[in-house]
C-alpha cells in the first residue's frame, strides 16, 4: 500500500504523556508478565522457526545483505535466525531472560541478549534497520513505554533507516469482522473497543495494545519516522479487508533524515 494521507489525531490522544516524566512499567506488573511467557506452553508456542509472507516480503525489499539489524523482543529468536540465514548482521534482543537463555542453547552462534523495550543499550545510529516481529511492541505496558520504544528505536537507527514492526489491528475487534471468531466471549467483551483509536485489552492475563491503522501510523509518525507502506494478514492489500479482518498489520517506517 503506498503512502496514504490519513486525518489528524489531536496531540493529546497521541502523547498523553508527553510533557510529563515517562514512567517505567510496574515491576510487579512486569515480572508477571515475564513469568506468562516462562512455562513449556510458552516454549511451545513461539518454537516456531519460519517467516510469515509480509515478512518475506518486506525483509526482501527493504533489507539488503550484510545490513545490521536489531531484532528487538526476538523471543526464542525466530526471526533473529532466519535472518542470520540470509546474510544479515543481526543482534536479538528480549526482556524474557528465560527466552533469551533458551534460544543461546538452541542458536550459541547467534548474538542474542537481555534488554528492555524502552532502553536499548546501543549508541545513536548503530542499526541500518530495526525489527520487531509477532505484535512484540504491543507488550509494552504502559502505553508511555511504548512511545518510548518507538523513541529509541529512532535514536538506534541510521538516517533513512528502516523500522518495521507487526501491531494488533483493532478493527478486527468489530462483531461483524470474522476474526477471533473462535473467542465469542472474549470478542464480545472487547468489541466495542473497536470504534476507539486504540485500547490496551486484557489477553490471557496480559495487556496488549490494539490500535487502528491511521492511529498507529501518526503516533510512529510522531516518533520521527516516515510512513511507508503496510501488509495485512496474508498479504492482504485491499483497504477493507486490511482494516477489518487483519487481526494484525505489518507497517514499514523509515527514520527521518531530519531527526
Given at each position: 500500500m503506498t503512502r496514504k494521507i490519513f486525518s489528524s489525531f489531536p496531540a493529546?490522544?497521541?502523547?498523553?504523556?508527553?510533557?510529563?516524566?515517562?514512567?517505567?512499567?510496574?515491576?510487579?506488573?512486569?515480572?508477571e508478565k515475564l513469568q506468562c511467557y516462562s512455562t513449556p506452553e510458552s516454549v511451545d508456542e513461539y518454537s516456531v522457526y519460519r517467516l510469515y509472507p509480509e515478512e518475506?516480503?518486506?525483509?526482501?525489499?527493504?533489507?539488503?545483505?550484510?545490513?545490521?539489524?536489531?531484532?528487538?523482543?526476538?523471543?526464542?529468536?525466530?526471526?533473529?535466525?532466519?535472518?542470520?540465514?540470509?546474510g544479515f548482521l543481526v543482534k536479538g534482543l528480549d526482556a524474557s531472560e528465560f527466552f533469551v537463555n533458551i534460544a543461546k542453547r538452541r542458536f550459541p552462534f547467534l548474538?542474542?541478549?537481555?534488554?528492555?523495550?524502552?532502553?536499548?543499550?546501543?549508541?545513536?545510529?548503530?542499526?541500518?534497520?530495526?525489527?520487531?516481529?509477532?505484535?512484540?511492541?504491543?507488550?509494552?505496558?504502559?502505553?508511555?513505554?511504548?512511545?518510548?520504544?518507538?523513541?529509541?528505536?529512532?535514536?538506534?537507527?541510521?538516517?533513512?533507516?528502516?523500522?518495521?514492526?507487526s501491531s494488533h489491528n483493532i478493527k478486527s475487534l468489530h462483531l461483524f469482522s470474522p476474526r477471533h471468531g473462535r473467542q465469542p466471549l472474549w470478542k464480545l467483551r472487547n468489541s466495542p473497543k473497536a470504534f476507539k483509536a486504540r485500547a490496551y485489552v486484557l489477553e490471557e492475563g496480559v495487556r496488549t495494545f490494539y490500535?487502528?491503522?491511521?492511529?498507529?501510523?501518526?503516533?510512529?509518525?510522531?516518533?520521527g519516522f516516515l510512513f511507508l507502506e503496510m501488509v495485512g494478514f496474508r498479504m492482504s492489500r485491499h483497504n477493507w479487508i486490511t482494516r477489518y479482518y487483519s487481526p494484525y498489520i505489518y507497517y514499514a517506517f523509515s527514520r527521518h533524515p531530519n531527526l
Open positions: 493529546d490522544i497521541l502523547f498523553e504523556e508527553r510533557s510529563v516524566h515517562l514512567p517505567g512499567q510496574n515491576p510487579s506488573e512486569l515480572a518475506t516480503y518486506l525483509f526482501t525489499k527493504y533489507y539488503k545483505p550484510g545490513d545490521r539489524i536489531l531484532d528487538h523482543a526476538c523471543g526464542l529468536g525466530r526471526t533473529t535466525l532466519r535472518l542470520h540465514e540470509m548474538d542474542l541478549g537481555v534488554g528492555s523495550y524502552d532502553h536499548i543499550e546501543a549508541p545513536d545510529a548503530a542499526f541500518a534497520h530495526v525489527l520487531i516481529s509477532f505484535n512484540g511492541i504491543d507488550h509494552a505496558f504502559p502505553e508511555p513505554q511504548r512511545i518510548t520504544t518507538l523513541r529509541e528505536c529512532a535514536r538506534v537507527l541510521k538516517p533513512g533507516g528502516t523500522l518495521i514492526y490500535a487502528s491503522p491511521e492511529f498507529v501510523v501518526h503516533q510512529t509518525e510522531s516518533a
